[in-house]
């Protein structure tokens, strides 16, 4: 799958609105938005995933990722099952333990550990699924961070919405592979070299909890700028013309077996490189790759599906 992350900011909101239109008018199959609700001048996420929905007909949207220290899962459920329910499941749920800490706890968030942190987001995990649990008249999960008692599940999504963790120790990766549907990864915070050690510990743990490794998505933010003048580079970002740009993302998916790819564009003009994306890097990174590749035929968004209202 290919997508494209749009900057939440308030004073850029057309810039977001012609994001999406190009997204959506190119079949692109995602647009992400990230989650600090503690930058002053950042818009709320799902109250932007909620109206970017509302423009478009086949583009899924994605927090990516909700920050939850600052969104209790219980409400993540709702939001999801709601916006799923309102767009005819064109949903994706990234999740994260949190970063930042200071602004989580001036926001009057927890301030929590490393391994707290995975133990939170595990327990995150439980209460989603027996929201979304339409057998259960009623859940109760008792975690240390949260917990239901009794509660009423529902609404309950239409089509399984796939949940994506976004993290880099073992313990979240592992945690990935054996409950997760997707790894979200960004190369701002995980180069190249450190990925292979990273898709082994997922691998491992997916097959020690009987899951198949090939059936946990991954994703790789790709931040940079795509530009025919700008000097080709790589390191924790991306730059140079579109040629590079389609040899590299290539390498990505083939050697680093990232099926997902999202680009952010940085600097410049960020219609213009999405439009080039969408264009001139996607269609030639797909027809080197093959259509068998799972980067490829993994497109599920860029099909009409009945039921949405937005």
């Known amino acids: 799958m290919f997508g494209l992350n749009i900057d939440p900011s308030a004073d850029r909101l057309e810039l977001a609105f012609d994001l999406v239109a190009v997204a959506e008018a190119a079949g692109l199959d995602l647009v992400a938005v990230q989650d600090h609700p503690y930058h002053r001048r950042h818009l709320d996420t799902w109250t932007l995933l909620t109206v970017l929905a509302s423009r478009t007909a086949r583009v899924n949207v994605m927090p990516n990722v909700a920050n939850l220290p600052l969104r209790g899962p219980q409400m993540l459920a709702k939001s999801a099952a709601s916006l799923a329910s309102l767009t005819g499941g064109r949903i994706e749920l990234g999740i994260g333990a949190g970063s930042q800490w200071d602004a989580v706890a001036a926001y009057g968030g927890p301030r929590r550990s490393p391994g707290e942190a995975v133990d939170a987001l595990e ?180 099909r009409e599906r009945p039921g949405g209202y937005l």
């Open 123 to 302: 327990e995150a995990l439980d209460v989603i699924e027996a929201l979304w649990d339409g057998d259960r008249r009623s859940a109760t999960v008792e975690g240390v961070h949260y917990r239901l008692d009794g509660a009423r599940p529902g609404p309950v999504p239409g089509e399984p919405i796939r949940i994506w963790i976004g993290g880099y120790g073992p313990r979240m990766l592992r945690l990935v592979g054996r409950r997760a549907d997707g790894w979200t990864a960004s190369l701002s915070f995980a180069p190249p070299e450190r990925i292979p050690d990273m898709q082994r510990t997922v691998d491992e743990a997916a097959q020690e909890a009987g899951r198949e490794p090939a059936g946990v998505r991954r994703n790789y933010n790709v931040m940079g700028r795509l530009d025919p003048d700008a000097d080709r580079q790589e390191g924790d970002r991306l730059s140079g013309p579109a040629d590079h740009w389609v040899d590299v993302l290539c390498r990505y998916a083939d050697e680093l077996r990232f099926d997902t790819l999202v680009f952010w564009p940085l600097d410049g003009d960020e219609v213009d490189q999405a439009r080039r994306f969408a264009g001139d890097v996607v269609p030639r990174v797909c027809e080197r790759l093959g259509d068998q590749h799972p980067c490829v035929d993994g497109s599920e968004a860029a």
